[in-house]
Nanobody, 125 residues
Framework: QVQLVESGGGLVQTGGSLRLSCAAS????????VAWFRQVPGKERDFVAA????????YYSDSVKGRFTISRDNAKNTVYLQMNSLKPEDTAVYSC??????????????????WGQGTQVTVSS
């Protein structure tokens, strides 16, 4: 099985950028569908973006499309989430998750078997 560790969160002003990393160990990250989710206390976990295994097709929620980019570096066994033009409503704990098969469009958190511990992103207004 794969282990996932997120990093890169922090405090940023509105309009700023952050890059989150999801470092995988134990198995090749290219063997998994990997997604980013975010959650605010008291609210449901929301899908942010996903990258499929092998071919690496990408999918985004409407709220981040055009601002966030998910990518995968097979050599580093890491998936990234580049977040630009950040808004206060992007404030959340961001977690990466992985599953071997997944079901299009990969947006439901129940289908993911492996999760990282999460990293806090705070966008100040």
């Amino acid at each position: 099985q794969v282990q996932l560790v997120e990093s890169g969160g922090g405090l940023v002003q509105t309009g700023g950028s952050l890059r989150l990393s999801c470092a995988a160990s134990g198995r090749a990250v290219a063997s998994y569908v990997v997604a980013w989710f975010r959650q605010v206390p008291g609210k449901e976990r929301d899908f942010v973006a996903a990258v499929t295994r092998s071919a690496g097709f990408t999918y985004y929620s409407d709220s981040v499309k055009g601002r966030f980019t998910i990518s995968r570096d097979n050599a580093k066994n890491t998936v990234y989430l580049q977040m630009n033009s950040l808004k206060p409503e992007d404030t959340a704990v961001y977690s990466c998750a992985a599953t071997v098969y997944g079901t299009y469009p990969y947006t439901t958190f129940e289908q993911y078997d492996y999760w990282g511990q999460g990293t806090q992103v705070t966008v100040s207004s």
